[in-house]
């Protein structure tokens, strides 16, 4: 990345001086003599960092640093001062200026300032680029699927994430509830603020509460400081409370005070304490059954259970399984010095048959594991586990094989999702190969193969 920098100061010296150096270091710059110039080239230039002169021949530095963006979005701003001027460096840095330099400049001391300067705006940009990534990784659509159990899900998961309720995911394991529930704190209001993930079953017993409210000095023997909880640090957004049904019922009445109430209160501690978090809430566990057997608080399900959500298993979507496959296809392929790969129809029958007892993580890892240990381009039969190979469906009526009803169900299932993908393109074939995640090229071959092509 090259920064551009522009110099402000009416000393031509100054100007010459200051661009052989920074030029050197490899920065891009320009330079102005004057107030009206140097905003006007801040318009065109549009530099990273402006290095300004606080006295100018039409003006004062500080009307220019007046009219800037505030960082991020605007520059770094340094001032150049003589020791007359300190206190209006001063009173420049209080309106945002990164720092000033007095008069004599000593180079070296520039280059430390400006590199530092520059510095904190690569990690504002890389920040920002990271909390677009995010955004944009836990979309609804990183949930993979056009079947109509999924559409039904993407629809109440928008809804979900407009409002600001309590919601329970359920769903077996492997089905994406961390995801499901990612996708909702990102869509919402509180996107911005962080998402944090406890896992209530992997915190040892004696630890969950400290674990979720924090301690206080003191309050144990290991106690030698403060300590802020998960909830404290969810504040202004989402806490994730994952496998919610291994919470012991000892803390399940505090998680609910804390959920009722909004405010904790630290182990140890006798203070109350505020919290502004949404909860999202998910187990693999009947929580019915829980209550019944006295395993888990029937008050606690209904504070947790405002909004609900179920993710089914994939064995009740397979018609999702092929497009699954070319998303991991595609998602592994970057990480692998590989060609790109395909599934053949055989083992996509395969794939379809199979009950898949850990849903869609299961599927991701059986795709991987093929792909590493399997160089060929075309993925069959022999590149899948055994308990894959060896999936049976209860055998169809009327004589038809077993082998034929599932090339016919995988090719049914293909087929309805490329004419679907089609009609939402509006017929264009590379919208519709990018809506399905894979290539123009593997789109092109499946409709031919489906007679499609014409």
């Excluded at 990612?182 to 017993?205: D, E, L, Q, T």
């Excluded at 392929?333 to 850990?358: F, T, V």
Aim: glycine share 8%.
């Amino acid at each position: 990345m090259i920064f551009k920098i522009l110099i402000i100061d009416d000393e031509q010296g100054i100007r010459d001086v200051f661009s052989l150096l920074l030029g050197e270091k490899g920065y891009l710059v320009e330079t102005a003599a004057s107030r009206a110039v140097g905003a006007d080239k801040i318009r065109t230039f549009v530099p990273d960092l402006v290095l300004l002169d606080m006295n100018l021949p039409d003006g004062s530095g500080l009307d220019i640093l007046n009219g800037l963006q505030p960082p991020p979005a605007g520059p770094r701003v340094v001032i150049i001062t003589a020791f007359g001027t300190i206190r209006n460096a001063v009173e420049a840095v209080k309106m945002g200026a990164y720092a000033y330099i007095e008069k004599p400049v000593d180079n070296e001391e520039l280059i430390l300032v400006i590199d530092r300067a520059l510095e904190v705006k690569r990690l504002e940009a890389e920040v920002d680029a990271l909390k677009t990534e995010l955004h944009d990784r836990y979309r609804f659509t990183s949930l993979v699927g056009t079947s109509g159990r999924m559409n039904a899900i993407f629809q109440t998961m928008d809804r979900i994430a407009r409002v600001d309720g309590t919601v329970l995911i359920t769903g077996e394991s492997g089905t994406g509830k961390e995801l499901a529930a990612r996708a909702i704190h990102y869509a919402g209001a509180r996107r911005k603020a962080p998402f944090v993930v406890v896992n209530c079953g992997a915190v040892p017993r004696d630890l969950i509460e400290s674990e979720f409210f924090g301690h206080a000095k003191g309050a144990f023997t290991d106690a030698r400081t403060e300590t802020t909880g998960q909830f404290e640090q969810a504040c202004g957004g989402t806490i994730f409370l994952d496998e919610i049904g291994e919470l012991p019922l000892e803390a399940q009445v505090k998680l609910l005070r804390a959920i009722g109430e909004k405010e904790i209160t630290k182990v140890g501690g006798t203070k109350a304490i505020p919290v502004d978090v949404r909860v999202i809430a998910a187990t693999n566990k009947d929580l019915d059954e829980e209550i019944r057997k006295g395993a888990f608080r029937e008050d606690l399900y209904y504070r947790l259970a405002v909004l609900s959500l179920r993710l089914p298993p994939l064995r009740e979507r397979r018609e999702d399984v092929p497009l699954l496959c070319e998303h991991f296809l595609k998602k592994h392929r970057s990480g692998m010095d590989a060609p790109p790969r395909e599934i053949s129809k055989g083992a996509l029958d395969l794939l379809i048959r199979y009950n898949w007892p850990g849903n869609v993580r299961e599927l991701e890892n059986v795709i991987y594991e093929a792909m590493v240990l399997s160089e060929k381009p075309l993925l069959t039969e022999d590149d899948l586990p055994p308990r894959v190979r060896g999936a049976s469906l209860d055998g169809p009526s009327g004589g038809e094989t077993l082998k034929g009803a599932s090339h016919s169900a995988a090719e049914t299932a293909e087929k309805a999702l490329i004419e679907k993908a089609l009609r939402d393109a509006g017929g264009n074939r590379t919208e519709a190969a990018r809506i399905l995640g894979i290539s123009r090229k593997t789109l092109f071959n499946k409709m031919k193969a489906f007679r499609m092509d014409g």
